[in-house]
């Protein structure tokens, strides 16, 4: 059966203590206490910095048994590389350690910089080198450099295989073509629907068994709220990806004012209906 997941980007964020997070509720509560209100939290940690093994294995157990975790990858390979030369980048990203998260790993998301236009034989290289199972994830994490010596962690002997899923949200207008449409369907990768106010594309395209929208603000970029007419156009959305038999994953970004996890809760209550 699918299904929808609906969380939040990250859970860290001081201005949501003493609104969303309870007055005087620990931090290293936080994550416990966003998971039994959500069904699903995009880590975005790991786009800034590889994680230590450690830190996947304790959000792991933070979270209950049916909690799923999206991740983002890491921005030494979307905006440093440019997804360009990514082979020991991308193994050492395998390696870091989100394998450890089990079953409750859920789709890899990725995100090139907005000035980074549509290169056809760029992409098609980079999505070709995107692992489709944890234990494929595994063998390239094998390759991983030095650095990661003594800290990586990617024993395909105590993971199940599993599929492993893909999303791409893309910020500059040249990807507004059938040719990247067609690559992300060639590949089974994700075209994330993007809900930025106007300021990037929203490719709100089926391109594999998945969808996969990024909520950040449908009027002012990371700020405004969704109001009832705003989350019946998303759980229309979400139903008809599950009546269409594809899993839905949806992450509210619009923090700034702690809109995002009042959101992602309604639309929740929305869904159970």
Do not use: C
């Not at 509720?25 to 880590?43: K, N």
């Not at 209950?64 to 921005?75: C, E």
């Not at 082979?87 to 989100?98: C, I, M, T, V």
């Not at 629907?193 to 970029?221: I, K, Q, S």
């Amino acid at each position: 059966m699918p299904e929808a997941r609906v969380g939040i980007s990250g859970w860290v964020y001081p201005n949501w203590r003493g609104d969303f997070y309870p007055k005087g509720l620990r931090q290293v509560d936080e994550l416990d206490y966003a998971a039994r209100h959500l069904t699903s939290i995009e880590l975005n940690g790991s786009f800034y910095a590889l994680q230590k093994p450690a830190n996947w294995v304790r959000w792991r157990d933070q979270v209950s048994d049916d909690f799923v975790f999206a991740v983002k990858g890491p921005r030494f390979i979307t905006h440093m590389r440019r997804l360009g030369d990514v082979d020991e980048p991308l193994a050492n990203f395998f390696a870091s350690g989100l394998l450890a998260l089990g079953e409750k790993l859920g789709p890899v998301l990725w995100q090139p910089p907005p000035n980074l236009g549509f290169d056809e034989a760029l992409l098609d290289r980079f999505l070709e080198r995107l692992p489709r199972s944890t234990h494929a994830a595994a063998a390239q994490a094998a390759g991983h450099d030095e650095r990661m010596e003594g800290r990586a962690w990617f024993d395909a002997s105590a993971i199940a295989d599993r599929p492993l899923r893909h999303a791409v949200e893309v910020r500059h207008p040249s990807f507004e073509t059938d040719a990247w449409r067609s690559l992300l369907e060639r590949h089974r990768v994700a075209s994330v629907a993007a809900d930025t106010a106007g300021r990037y594309p929203r490719l709100d395209w089926v391109t594999a068994d998945l969808a996969y929208a990024r909520l950040h603000g449908d009027r002012e970029l990371y700020t405004s709220g969704y109001d009832d007419e705003g989350l019946d156009r998303w759980e229309a959305w979400t139903r008809a990806h599950l009546a269409a038999g594809r899993d839905a994953f949806l992450y509210f970004d619009n923090d700034v004012k702690v809109r995002a996890p009042f959101d992602a809760m309604a639309l929740i209550e929305r869904l159970r209906r």
